[in-house]
């Protein structure tokens, strides 16, 4: 009961996608434009998730009297204090636009730039060419980068030649392959999980 | 402690060409001047949707894109309409798109909408193909509804009749969720705005003409300004972009020179 | 009026689709009904869980597992719940420490059902630790950076990353070289798969990932379902070769159509 | 204001809004507070990390009431009577009985309905493309300049680079076959030539990541010296 009926749910939830793409009958029913709305509003609901999660990990945290504790009292003034704010003023209000703006947008801007540096650090540690293979790929990498900058155009023609060919034609084989390959992995679980092999998600 | 020395020196690889720019020149590739002539192609008063699908971290790649598409869309006389399947990206056209059309002497709900954001992935694109009003909820980024903007009486659903060109400002899965669910389906082309890091994933799709351009993150907005004849903030990045990959690659030859001199039983066996 | 069946011009591609389905239920029928499978070929990524398991054993520091950022329907993700169930039995029987961190809630959940049944099918169920099922941060970078603080306290001798991975990739990979991990990775995101492979001991590549849990696992009814997708990809590669010289000798031809609508 | 002032207006601003003076110094110092963590971990990274969960967490709620759950309940509900349409969204509130003891099954009814219908999703609409791009694998080896003096005549360009497409997809599917053995030497050398054709196009990934990467950098340098410190023209 407990396992067979989301079992079941799982199984008729691929039929009913399945039946309203490839057969006439189901184009002509529209079943899914009425279950994509349903299934929008199962989503919606769940919005909650990650605030309630925060909130029971920074209190529980707090409560152990960790000394992470004025972290923790940041983060869960800030989350309900901002939710607030914006509940009052909405999304277009001037206090919420102020902030989103000034903190949240250099934040997430600047957390993703971190990654420059940390791929200068790589480049010197970890890239060694070892083999044939990786240095095959380690020539790529600097035709490809010298090639997609003015530098390589000034130097010579040659680069952004190379890149383009490297793009155009091994990149875009490899990565074909790869793709076509994942796309029937990926068709393959999909027809595991309405089958009934994969259930770990029954298992919550 | 090494590492910091390599952060010193990339740090002085940007900011030396960017307080003293040598302006090396940046030519349009392919992949870009589709794009361009895509846009160029369009009769006046076609709908263009450009999906902001990005979150504020991508800001420094796509939004100069998107600014030059929009810009490009409206000086065309095309209509656009915004959406996005990040909550982010649609607060960014707001207040990065919206000034542009305003300058522009355009006017909101008759030459540009922002549809604004739903959650659901890909499953809001599929409502879209089949009624687009509802999927919205029947209104726009500030609760508007559609019904009051002009524009929108020609939008009731994503498909060929109504949409002359997506374009998709992405960083990661969203091109996907548009090709499958919405192109392919309709017929309506793609374009891509991309980040750098998933131009490659995209190329494939791009040679099967499932994408029709792809902007290749900053480097496509400078090749993107360059060819609306407007040299912006995209350019004047270029020769730090050129220095910085310099920098990477001499770092990687000088890793491995070192390797090589004997630094290698301090590395770690590897098998 | 006669009405078609298939949505206009959908009818090859339904078929071909269920064919494909039809392959994957055969073969895992072949295997329900005990009869010989063709062998998987040696995957080398896999052939090291066990190695890797051992040396953190040998070490007396922990493994440590993690999906990225993956969903609970992305298909990455079951192949790192079938991956898990199979390291977390290998750790519970060398009694190793499992370190399994998480920045999605819904997979998390999964996550320590998984743990539990596999430290339960040993015999060890006293072994679950559930403080080490943990949850970091909803937040890619957030949890990138406390995946790094907790590599520094907790020093895992090998690191487990199988399913999504964005930009974090490299930063794991960075966390797991700074504390001499043994580091097995693989995804299906191509753009991050440089990272990993060079970054790493083991890479699997794309589909590789899929074929993990059948692999390690030798259950018959998964390796009949990877032999299913095999079967269908050489149908695929056969479609390409033909295609290939149809296309030159009759360009744009029925069987160019067939393919799409 | 003409267009092309509006152009020059576009050009010149090099943070995406109009940002206020104390907007730029707020952000300044978010920008220095992450950047910090370059040099080690420290308070203020942390401070600025847990601000950052907090606020992303917080705006994703308020988007999704903006723009979902307010017209819901208020137009949908409330205004045309659509009560029916209760029922999913309590399904969906479900997922929130997993800490409720001897109610946590009920999480995997609507967890069972997104993964079966984001398997379904996999089944109905991933085919098609997938089938576009084998289309387009089969390639034509006679090619011929597509414009230019030579237009029409014979290009050993494009030939080669259509055969070495060809072989490149092809070894990289072979190298990916799980039950084919790796014997003989026709097998040995045509998953070898996939592996080299996997590594070229990762090589190539690996030098559009590293561009990707430095042009974030690029934008947030840009906005220290241009816009906070005003160093840049």
Redesign the interface.
């Known amino acids: 009961m407990t396992r067979e009926i989301p079992a079941t749910i799982t199984v008729l939830a691929v039929l009913v996608v399945v039946f309203s ?7 002509a029913l529209d079943l899914t434009r009425v279950t994509d709305h349903w299934l929008m509003l199962t989503y919606a609901a769940s919005v909650l ?2 605030v309630l ?2 909130t029971r ?1 920074h209190l529980d945290r707090l409560r152990r009297g960790k000394d992470t504790w004025f972290y923790d009292l940041v983060l869960l003034g800030v989350m309900y204090g901002y939710i607030a704010l914006g509940l009052v003023e909405t999304n277009a209000g001037t206090t919420f636009r102020w902030v989103y703006n000034a903190v949240l947008v250099p934040l997430d801007s600047t ?2 730039s ?2 420059a540096f ?2 200068a ?2 480049s010197f ?4 060419v070892r083999s044939f293979e ?1 240095a095959l ?1 380690m020539v790529a ?1 600097a035709l490809v980068m010298l090639g997609s900058v003015p530098l390589g155009d000034a130097l010579s023609p040659f680069f952004p030649a190379a890149r383009a060919w490297l793009m155009r034609v091994a990149q875009t084989a490899g ?1 074909r392959g ?5 796309g ?12 009934g ?2 259930r ?2 029954l ?2 | 402690m090494k590492n910091r020395w390599i952060y010193v020196l990339l740090v002085v690889a940007i900011i030396v060409p960017l307080a003293r720019p040598i302006g090396l020149p940046v030519n349009p590739t392919r992949e870009t001047e589709d794009l361009f002539e895509l846009i160029e192609g369009l009769p006046a008063g076609s709908l263009v949707y450009l999906a902001m699908d990005f979150d504020a971290g991508a800001i420094p790649e796509l939004l100069p894109q998107a600014e030059a598409v929009f810009a490009h869309a409206l000086l065309r006389d095309l209509k656009v309409v915004i959406h996005g399947l990040s909550d982010q990206g649609v607060l960014i056209a707001r207040d990065s798109l919206h000034p542009i059309a305003w300058s522009l002497g355009k006017e909101y709900g008759v030459d540009f909408v922002n549809l604004g954001f739903k959650p659901g992935g890909g499953i809001v694109l599929r409502g879209m193909t089949a009624d687009l009003w509802q999927t919205m909820g029947g209104v726009d980024i500030d609760g508007t509804r559609l019904s009051k903007l002009p524009m929108m009486e020609r939008l009731k659903r994503l498909d060929r009749k109504s949409v002359a060109l997506i374009v998709d400002f992405n960083s ?1 899965g969203s091109a996907a969720a548009y090709r499958n669910y919405v192109t392919e389906p309709t017929g309506i082309p793609l374009a891509l705005g991309s980040c750098a ?2 131009f ?2 995209q190329m494939p799709f791009y040679r099967s003409g499932q994408y029709k351009a792809i902007l290749n993150g900053l480097r496509g907005a400078a090749e993107y300004e360059r060819l609306l004849n407007r040299p912006g903030k995209a350019t004047s990045a270029m020769d730090a972009q050129s220095t910085s990959h310099a920098l990477i690659i001499v770092l990687i030859i000088f890793g491995n020179v070192l390797h090589l001199l004997g630094g290698r039983r301090l590395g ?1 066996e ?2 | 009026m006669e ?5 206009n011009g ?1 009818a090859a ?2 078929i ?2 269920a064919l ?2 039809l392959a ?2 055969a073969m ?1 029928g072949r295997a329900r009904g005990g009869r010989r499978l ?4 040696k ?1 080398p990524g896999l052939e090291a869980v066990e190695e890797a398991v051992g040396r953190a054993t040998e070490m007396g520091r922990p493994v440590h597992m993690t999906y990225g950022l993956g969903d ?4 990455p993700t ?2 790192f ?2 991956m898990l169930g199979h390291v977390a039995q290998l750790c519970a029987r060398y009694e190793t420490r499992l370190i399994q961190t998480n920045n999605n ?2 997979v998390m ?2 996550n320590e ?2 743990i539990r ?1 596999a430290y339960a099918e040993t015999g060890r169920p006293d072994r679950y630790e559930a403080d080490d099922v943990r ?1 970091l ?3 890619q ?2 949890y990138a ?1 406390a995946v ?2 907790l590599f520094q306290r907790e020093r895992p001798a090998a690191n487990i990353m199988i399913g999504t991975f ?2 974090e990739s ?2 794991f ?2 966390a797991g ?1 700074a504390v ?1 991990a043994v580091q097995i990775a693989g995804t ?4 991050q ?3 990993f ?3 790493c ?1 083991f890479c699997l ?7 993990a849990s059948a692999y390690l696992s030798r259950d018959p ?2 390796t009949g ?6 079967f ?3 149908v ?2 056969a ?3 033909v ?2 010289v ?3 000798l009759w ?1 744009h031809n029925w069987f ?1 159509d067939l ?3 | 204001m003409t267009p092309s002032d509006a152009l020059e207006v576009l050009s010149n601003h090099l943070v995406p809004m109009a940002m206020t003076r104390a907007q730029i110094w707020v952000a300044a110092m978010a920008t220095l507070a992450i950047f910090s ?1 370059v040099w080690r ?1 420290n308070p203020v990274f942390r401070l600025a ?1 847990y601000v ?2 907090a606020l ?2 917080a705006n994703g709620v308020v988007m999704v009431y903006d723009s979902y759950l307010k017209p819901f309940f208020v137009l949908d509900v409330g205004q045309q009577g659509r009560y029916a349409l209760l029922i999913p969204f309590a399904v969906g509130l479900l ?1 929130y009985a ?1 800490s409720i003891r001897g109610l946590g099954w009920l ?1 995997r009814l609507p ?1 069972s309905l ?2 079966g ?3 379904g999703y ?2 109905a609409w991933s ?2 493309p997938l ?2 791009q ?2 387009d ?6 090619q011929t300049y597509p414009d230019g003096p030579l237009a029409g005549r014979f290009w050993p360009g494009g030939t080669v680079n259509s055969v070495l497409f ?1 072989v490149g ?2 070894t990289t ?10 014997r003989g030497p026709a097998m040995r050398w045509s998953s070898a030539v996939g592996r080299w054709t ?1 590594m070229l ?3 190539a ?2 030098g559009t ?1 590293v561009q990707g990467r430095m042009s974030l950098l690029i934008g947030r340098i840009q906005f220290l010296l241009g816009t906070w410190l005003g160093w840049l023209r």
């Open positions: 793409r490839y057969f006439s009958v189901g184009t998730v990650g999660n925060l990990l957390m993703y971190l990654l940390y791929i650090s790589a540690r970890a890239f060694r990786a790929m990498a990565f790869i793709q076509i390959g994942a029937l992995g990926g068709l393959a679980t999909a027809f595991r999980i309405f089958l092999i994969e770990a998600h298992r919550a | 990661g890091v998933n490659n994933v770690r590897k098998r | 009405r078609a069946i298939f949505v959908l591609q339904f071909l689709v494909f389905g994957v239920w895992i063709p062998r998987i070929r995957i609970i329907d992305d298909a079951f192949a719940w079938g809630y819904l959940a999964i059902e998984v049944q949850f941060s909803p937040w970078f957030g950076s790094l603080g964005m930009a490299l930063i990979a960075e070289h001499g299906a995101n191509t753009s798969l440089p990272f492979m060079a970054a001991d590549l794309g589909e590789e990932i899929y074929a009814v998964l379902s990877v032999v299913g997708q095999d269908a990809k050489m695929i590669f479609l390409i070769i295609g290939t149809v296309e030159n360009p160019w393919l799409s609508r | 963590y971990e990390e950052f969960v992303a967490t997922i997993r999480s967890m997104w993964v219908y984001g398997a996999v089944l085919p098609q089938f576009v084998l289309r694998t089969f390639v034509r080896f006679y060809f997809v092809i599917l072979m190298y990916f076959f799980f039950t084919v053995e790796r996997i196009a990762l090589g990934a690996f990541a």
